[in-house]
């Protein structure tokens, strides 16, 4: 496998239930990120694992909850969802201190709450 | 702080025609800027890029991009628009007052008619 994986590519969850998201990076990268695509609004960064670093947005609830075991590897665990989380999650790694070399992302999971 | 504004959520063209997605950033310090594109059902994909050196950034698609740093622009552009190009674009801007970490814009999205 090459790139950034992202796993499930589509979950169906009710608000009850607790489920994870995965991303797994192939790229020797030292930084993950989480971001949040929603219909008609911008992309919104959720959380960066960074050289060991975490920051997080204030603003995303803590219904969301994240885990970066090794730089390799990244989770996002759900719990007691809203309706208003649907949204793609895209996961994203990079090279710090590696400037220009931009993000690379994953084809995303499409999460529905219902 | 960055930022960047894509002008137009929405581009039509018809097949054949000229592409030009627009893109102006603020940046305080040198900045870093990028187009992404995203497919449907896709993560952003790095279409191309401008660190330093030559302003004008060329991909072997026909896709490029002019750094304009007296209008702060970054707009993407292609003489002949295909039906593959049909995609949401996002332009991103990093510099060293956000420890190089992605600012995006909004995105605009790319209908090629027939």
């Known amino acids: 496998e090459t790139g950034v994986t992202q796993t499930p590519r589509h979950l169906v969850m009710g608000m009850t239930n607790k489920k994870s998201l995965k991303c797994e990076q192939h790229?020797?990268?030292?930084?993950m990120y989480w971001y949040k695509q929603s219909a008609k609004k911008p992309l919104e960064l959720m959380f960066v694992?960074?050289?060991?670093?975490?920051?997080e947005n204030n603003s995303v609830p803590s219904r969301f909850s994240p885990e970066c075991p090794n730089s390799s590897h990244l989770f996002l665990h759900l719990h007691t969802l809203q309706p208003e989380d649907s949204a793609l999650y895209l996961c994203?790694?990079?090279?710090?201190?590696?400037?220009?070399?931009?993000?690379?992302f994953g084809s995303g999971t499409r999460l529905t709450v219902v | 702080a960055q930022s960047v504004t894509q002008l137009g959520s929405h581009v039509s063209v018809s097949e054949g025609a000229l592409v030009l997605l627009r893109c102006n950033y603020s940046?305080?310090?040198?900045?870093?800027l990028f187009w992404y594109v995203q497919y449907p059902n896709q993560g952003l994909q790095l279409l191309l890029k401008?660190?330093?050196?030559?302003?004008l950034v060329k991909r072997i698609n026909g896709f490029e991009a002019e750094f304009k740093k007296s209008e702060t622009s970054f707009h993407l552009t292609k003489p002949s628009a295909h039906m593959s190009d049909a995609a949401e674009y996002f332009c991103?801007?990093?510099?060293?007052?956000?420890?190089?970490?992605?600012?995006f814009g909004k995105g605009t999205l790319l209908t090629v008619n027939p």
């Open positions: 994203a790694s990079s090279q710090v201190p590696d400037r220009a070399a931009g993000y690379t």
């Open positions: 694992y960074s050289l060991e670093e975490r920051v």
């Open positions: 401008y660190t330093t050196g030559a302003t």
């Open positions: 790229l020797g990268h030292n930084a």
């Open positions: 940046s305080s310090v040198p900045p870093y």
């Open positions: 991103a801007v990093s510099d060293r007052s956000s420890n190089y970490k992605l600012t």
